[in-house]
T-cell receptor, first 115, second 111 residues
Framework: DGGITQSPKYLFRKEGQNVTLSCEQN?????MYWYRQDPGQGLRLIYY???????QKGDIAEGYSVSREKKESFPLTVTSAQKNPTAFYLC??????????????FGEGSWLTVV | RKEVEQDPGPFNVPEGATVAFNCTYS??????FFWYRQDCRKEPKLLMS???SGNEDGRFTAQLNRASQYISLLIRDSKLSDSATYLC????????????FGTGTRLQVTL
């Protein structure tokens, strides 16, 4: 079945460590996104990518990095510079953003906790 | 002013009630609109797209008012299973395609 796979589902990080969250999609979508959601809060955009080898910062990019070397993959690295990384991270994808009606599909999310 | 604003609720309604949520957006260049449902500790899932002429899917009706820059979601005959957070999504496409989510409105349907 087509979809978006995020891994790991649960991750614990020690302070000062970098961690990478994986996001893979087999929907052949052009655009991919990373969001962060804190308890009781909405989704905030970290980074997004419209095509391979291109990505843009979202509203809260500081302390995060991404790459888009392949169409199907958009990993997110949470660096030690991110001071409050404990949150629920959601990856999403969407077919060509040129067509405004295209809907957004989400992975099941990754829970990151700093210990 | 936030790009997309929703009343966070919670809306507590009895089973069978009709409930409506609004979502306002600030950018008049916004082109596409969606309602998503998010259950506790789960990813958001598409509930319905919102079309200019309004659209209905069973007990759910979505409306768009471009002049006043808001979208609405009406749920009729509420079920216990409708309890969730409802997120509106506003899309601006173009060279900097961007999706903006509202903070969500929490609905609790009770017996």
């Amino acid at each position: 079945d087509g979809g978006i796979t995020q891994s790991p589902k649960y991750l614990f990080r020690k302070e000062g460590q970098n961690v990478t969250l994986s996001c893979e999609q087999n929907l052949n979508h052009d655009a991919m996104y990373w969001y962060r959601q804190d308890p009781g809060q909405g989704l905030r955009l970290i980074y997004y990518s419209q095509i391979v080898n291109d990505f843009q910062k979202g509203d809260i990019a500081e302390g995060y990095s991404v790459s888009r070397e392949k169409k199907e993959s958009f990993p997110l690295t949470v660096t030690s510079a991110q001071k409050n990384p404990t949150a629920f991270y959601l990856c999403a994808s969407r077919d060509s953003p040129a067509y405004s009606g295209n809907t957004i599909y989400f992975g099941e999310g990754s829970w990151l906790t700093v210990v | 002013r936030k790009e997309v604003e929703q009343d966070p609720g919670p809306f507590n309604v009895p089973e069978g009630a009709t409930v409506a949520f609004n979502c306002t957006y600030s950018n008049s260049a916004s082109q596409s609109f969606f309602w998503y449902r998010q259950d506790c500790r789960k990813e958001p899932k598409l509930l319905m797209s919102v079309y200019s002429s309004g659209n209905e899917d069973g007990r759910f009706t979505a409306q768009l008012n471009r002049a006043s820059q808001y979208i609405s979601l009406l749920i009729r005959d509420s079920k216990l299973s409708d309890s969730a957070t409802y997120l509106c999504v506003v899309v601006r496409d173009g060279t900097a395609s961007k999706l903006t989510f509202g903070t969500g409105t929490r609905l609790q349907v009770t017996l």
